[in-house]
């Protein structure tokens, strides 16, 4: 897993630019799913949802503030109650390292800052109006050719994770799954100059705007806006700058998959495992004027996922839409391990399942967000050609990915579309109660931040930009 990979962004998924080889090479050896998606776009809220297999509502993952603690078993739980060996390294992005979520051996891992309190900022989401976010200038300043916190770490954890897999693996006496994580391309957009050298910026398109010609934003995309201004400190020469940054620490991503991957070859055991390849969620990059993650647009909310190894067809792409949630029984099944019946009930499919079945286009896939800049619940159900978002109290968005998969125009106003939208918000009605869970998530955080010290004393303690290494202090 690598984090904040907007699926656009990898050649396998038709970028122009885009210098993935080794990621290519995966997808070319197994199953790329071409409707692949997160079920929260942001980091913490994304990989609680990951590990147990349970949308974020059904767990209480609702922000950055609430990182995953092991209460609610996880695909890990599983693996260790049926003698199976879990090791992780890099970014698992919960509570802290003493609490028992699934893994026998963690490898440097990075974990909710503040030391694990996360960012409670986030959390302020009260009828005073959500507070503006400090530091968001760091988004157009720290760009460009250069080294960072998390080139270093995802270095450090490429090169613990070969060595993991060069010495531990072929010793084990017991079945085992690694699941090594990457923090790039994750802001801070700064790339490795050699990668960074590979995108001329003649060569960067600018970020797409609104159909109109301007960023008309949604009322609740406006209100996000005003939370986390990011676009304001972009003028023409920085968006490209960031662009061609963002595409090279993707390229740089590929080449530490690329080395895990020859390390595993290296151990013989290519042929024996299993591989994944995902991401936590996506990145707008510029596109309406957003930057970072948080809304159901493409950019943000669709993220690449590819399977390989044995009985998994090579070169096939597949139309079935897919999930995050779908990794907990794909985990399970490529492991041999017969779902609980505490299982019986969670949403996902296996992925390797998938691969093997006729493609199923008319899948729906459940996604929502709660975080960062949310002044109320938002939900996204993707069925066959169809993206609904429901904004709690405020019009919903339709497009039709198939005639117009940039989501330039939006149908929810069209009398021809008033049938499929009504459709489409009963289905997702099935899913949850949509006022309820924006009434939970905003009970919880309110809590949260009355523990805290409340709204003043919350915002006066700031923000977080990006959560640091181990080792890099707070």
Same mark, same amino acid.
């Given at each position: 897993?690598?984090?904040?990979?907007? @699926?656009?962004?990898?050649?396998?998924?038709?970028? =122009?630019?885009?210098?993935?080889?080794?990621?290519?090479?995966?997808?070319?050896?197994?199953?790329?799913?071409?409707?692949? *998606?997160?079920?929260?776009?942001?980091?913490?809220?994304?990989?609680?949802?990951?590990?147990?297999?349970?949308?974020?509502?059904?767990?209480?993952?609702?922000?950055?503030?609430?990182?995953?603690?092991?209460?609610?078993?996880? /695909?890990?739980?599983?693996?260790?109650?049926?003698?199976?060996?879990?090791?992780?390294?890099?970014?698992?992005?919960?509570?802290? #390292?003493?609490?028992?979520?699934?893994?026998?051996?963690?490898?440097?891992?990075?974990?909710?800052?503040?030391?694990?309190?996360?960012?409670?900022?986030? #959390?302020?989401?009260?009828?005073?109006?959500?507070?503006?976010?400090?530091?968001?200038?760091?988004?157009?300043?720290?760009?460009?050719?250069?080294?960072?916190?998390?080139?270093?770490?995802?270095?450090?954890?490429?090169?613990?994770?070969? @060595?993991?897999?060069?010495?531990?693996?072929?010793?084990? @006496?017991?079945? /085992?799954?690694?699941?090594?994580?990457?923090?790039?391309?994750?802001?801070?957009?700064?790339?490795?100059?050699? *990668?960074?050298?590979?995108?001329?910026?003649?060569?960067?398109?600018?970020?797409?705007?609104?159909?109109?010609?301007?960023?008309?934003?949604?009322?609740?995309?406006?209100?996000?806006?005003?939370?986390?201004?990011?676009?304001?400190?972009?003028?023409?020469?920085?968006?490209?700058?960031?662009?061609? #940054?963002?595409?090279?620490?993707?390229?740089?991503?590929?080449?530490?998959?690329?080395?895990?991957?020859?390390?595993?070859?290296?151990?013989?055991?290519?042929?024996?495992?299993?591989?994944?390849?995902?991401?936590?969620?996506?990145?707008?990059?510029?596109?309406?004027?957003?930057?970072?993650?948080?809304?159901?647009?493409?950019?943000?909310?669709?993220?690449?996922?590819?399977?390989?190894?044995?009985?998994?067809?090579?070169?096939?792409?597949?139309?079935?839409?897919?999930?995050?949630?779908?990794?907990? =029984?794909?985990?399970? @099944?490529?492991?041999?391990?017969?779902?609980?019946?505490?299982?019986?009930? &969670?949403?996902?499919?296996?992925?390797?399942?998938?691969?093997?079945?006729?493609?199923?286009?008319?899948?729906?896939?459940?996604?929502?967000?709660?975080?960062?800049?949310?002044?109320?619940?938002?939900?996204?159900?993707?069925?066959?050609?169809?993206?609904?978002?429901?904004?709690?109290? *405020?019009?919903?968005? &339709?497009?039709?990915?198939?005639?117009?998969?940039?989501?330039?125009?939006?149908?929810?106003?069209?009398? #021809?579309?008033?049938?499929?939208?009504?459709?489409?918000?009963?289905?997702?009605?099935?899913?949850?109660?949509?006022?309820?869970?924006?009434?939970?998530?905003?009970?919880?955080?309110?809590?949260?931040?009355?523990?805290?010290?409340?709204?003043?004393?919350?915002?006066?303690?700031?923000?977080?930009?990006?959560?640091?290494?181990?080792?890099?202090?707070?």
């Amino acid at each position: 897993m690598d984090d904040e990979h907007t @699926q656009k962004a990898l050649g396998c998924y038709g970028h =122009p630019l885009a210098k993935t080889p080794n990621i290519d090479g995966l997808a070319a050896s197994g199953t790329r799913f071409e409707d692949a *998606y997160t079920n929260c776009p942001i980091c913490i809220p994304s990989r609680a949802s990951f590990a147990t297999g349970r949308y974020v509502h059904e767990i209480g993952a609702w922000d950055n503030a609430f990182p995953y603690e092991g209460r609610n078993l996880s /695909w890990g739980h599983r693996l260790q109650s049926a003698g199976t060996r879990t090791v992780a390294a890099g970014k698992l992005h919960y509570r802290n #390292s003493d609490l028992p979520t699934g893994f026998d051996e963690q490898i440097i891992p990075l974990h909710a800052p503040n030391k694990g309190i996360g960012d409670i900022f986030s #959390s302020v989401r009260d009828n005073l109006g959500l507070p503006v976010r400090l530091n968001n200038e760091r988004m157009s300043d720290e760009i460009g050719p250069g080294e960072s916190s998390y080139i270093k770490y995802d270095r450090e954890v490429t090169e613990l994770a070969c @060595q993991w897999l060069r010495e531990e693996a072929p010793n084990n @006496q017991r079945p /085992w799954a690694f699941f090594v994580s990457l923090t790039c391309p994750h802001f801070p957009l700064i790339a490795p100059p050699e *990668y960074y050298e590979m995108y001329p910026l003649d060569e960067i398109s600018l970020p797409k705007e609104h159909a109109s010609g301007t960023n008309t934003w949604h009322p609740w995309i406006k209100s996000l806006h005003e939370c986390a201004p990011y676009e304001v400190y972009f003028n023409e020469e920085k968006k490209r700058v960031a662009i061609a #940054s963002y595409l090279g620490m993707c390229s740089f991503a590929d080449s530490n998959v690329g080395k895990i991957l020859g390390a595993l070859t290296e151990a013989g055991l290519k042929d024996s495992t299993r591989i994944i390849f995902a991401s936590d969620h996506g990145d707008n990059l510029g596109a309406r004027g957003l930057w970072g993650k948080s809304t159901m647009y493409e950019e943000s909310v669709a993220i690449p996922t590819i399977v390989s190894g044995p009985d998994i067809p090579a070169g096939k792409s597949s139309a079935t839409p897919v999930s995050l949630v779908d990794l907990f =029984p794909t985990i399970l @099944q490529g492991t041999g391990i017969e779902p609980e019946r505490e299982d019986r009930d &969670l949403p996902g499919i296996s992925l390797f399942e998938s691969a093997n079945s006729p493609d199923n286009p008319h899948r729906e896939i459940f996604s929502e967000f709660h975080a960062l800049g949310a002044i109320t619940g938002l939900f996204m159900l993707r069925r066959g050609k169809f993206k609904y978002i429901h904004y709690t109290n *405020y019009q919903p968005e &339709l497009f039709n990915l198939k005639s117009d998969p940039e989501e330039l125009n939006d149908l929810s106003r069209k009398p #021809s579309h008033q049938g499929i939208l009504r459709d489409l918000e009963t289905r997702l009605r099935t899913i949850t109660d949509l006022e309820a869970v924006d009434r939970q998530a905003k009970a919880d955080q309110a809590a949260l931040v009355e523990r805290h010290g409340g709204r003043e004393a919350v915002i006066k303690m700031g923000n977080n930009f990006a959560s640091l290494p181990p080792g890099e202090g707070e």
